[in-house]
Nanobody, 120 residues
Framework: QVQLVESGGGLVQPGGSLRLSCAAS????????MGWYRQAPGNQRELVAT???????NYADSVKGRFTISRDSSKDTVYLQMDSLKPEDTAVYYC??????????????WGQGTQVTVSS
């Protein structure tokens, strides 16, 4: 199986920064896309940013220019640098990976989530 472990969430004031990390482990043969999604109370889970094996990135309009996604493929790790944070960025952030593992198919895997709270 594939495990995704996130770290780096916490409480930060508006305008501050946080860096999230997510490391994938387990019986992984290949990872195609890695990314971050978030879910605020009462809302559906939404895309924040994704990055492909080749480094192509995609961002939600609400975070463009403030968040930066990066990836260390040698470590199967993805990062999310979040700057100029706003209260509306408050949510549980989930790591996602599209990976080929022992079951022999491309599948979606999710981390357990890490809380990000932006408040003064």
């Amino acid at each position: 199986q594939v495990q995704l472990v996130e770290s780096g969430g916490g409480l930060v004031q508006p305008g501050g920064s946080l860096r999230l990390s997510c490391a994938a482990s387990g019986s992984i043969f290949s990872i195609r896309t890695m990314g971050w999604y978030r879910q605020a109370p009462g809302n559906q889970r939404e895309l924040v940013a994704t990055i492909t094996t080749g480094g192509t990135t995609n961002y939600a309009d609400s975070v463009k220019g403030r968040f930066t996604i990066s990836r260390d493929s040698s470590k199967d790790t993805v990062y999310l640098q979040m700057d100029s944070l706003k209260p509306e960025d408050t949510a549980v952030y989930y790591c996602n990976a599209v990976a080929w593992a022992v079951r022999g198919a491309w599948e979606n895997y999710w981390g357990q989530g890490t809380q990000v709270t932006v408040s003064s």
